[in-house]
C-alpha cells in the first residue's frame, strides 16, 4: 500500500528558514498536500502541488516537488513561534483516499 | 473558503455510553466524507469514506457496528460510537470534499476529542 515517511521532530530558531521533508511510495499521486495541526485541533490546509509541478510558492511558504525520488518539502522562511505545530504531507493517488505522513512537529526557539 | 464544523468538540462519557459526532458542510455540498482517527503524536488513521446516500466504507481492520456511520445529506455526517469502552477515546476528525473534488484538497473539521472514563 502507499506510505508517506516523514521525520518526527525539528527545532529551528525564530527568523530562521525550516524545511520539512517528505517522501511517498505512490508514483500515481496525483496531488501532494501540506497541513498545519495545532494542538487539539483539526487539519489547516496550507498548501498543495499537482504532481507534473517542481516548486509551489505562496508567501513564506515554497514547496518541492522531486517527482522522480518522490520526495516532498516544505520551507518555512522567516520562522515565528506561530508556525509551532505538527505538519503532516498527504498525498492523493486513488480515486478518494488520502494518505497522510507520520507528521513533523516544528519547534521554534525564540 | 470551504468550512466543515465538528460538533461537539469535546466529549466526556461512562463506559458503555454510546456517543454521536456530527460533521457538517457548512458552505458547499459535501458528496464525500471521510472520518479519521488520531492517537496521541500519531498520523491520522482513516476509518471509513462516507458517500451520500450510500452505505460509508469502512478500512480494514475498523469495526462497523463499533463505529456506525450515516451521511444522509450532502452537508451532514454522522460517526455514532456505540457502546463506548476507554479504548475508544481518542481524537476523531472528519472532512469533507465535494462533488467533482476527488483531487482537491479534503476540508477537515476540528476534531472530536472523546474521553472514556
Known sequence: ?110 | GAVVSQHPSRVICKSGTSVKIECRSLDFQATTMFWYRQFPKKSLMLMATSNEGSKATYEQGVEKDKFLINHASLTLSTLTVTSAHPEDSSFYICSARGAGQQNQPQHFGDGTRLSIL
Request: hydrophobic fraction near 30%; aromatic fraction near 10%.
Open chain 1, 1 to 110: 500500500g502507499e506510505d508517506v515517511e516523514q521525520s518526527l521532530f525539528l527545532s529551528v530558531r525564530e527568523g530562521d528558514s525550516s524545511v520539512i521533508n517528505c517522501t511517498y511510495t505512490d508514483s500515481s499521486s496525483t496531488y501532494l498536500y501540506w497541513y498545519k495541526q495545532e494542538p487539539g485541533a483539526g487539519l489547516q490546509l496550507l498548501t498543495y502541488i499537482f504532481s507534473n509541478m517542481d516548486m509551489k510558492q505562496d508567501q513564506r511558504l515554497t514547496v518541492l516537488l522531486n517527482k522522480k525520488d518522490k520526495h516532498l518539502s516544505l520551507r518555512i522562511a522567516d520562522t515565528q513561534t506561530g508556525d509551532s505545530a505538527i505538519y503532516f504531507c498527504a498525498e492523493n493517488g486513488g480515486y478518494q483516499k488520502v494518505t497522510f505522513g507520520t507528521g513533523t512537529k516544528l519547534q521554534v526557539i525564540p
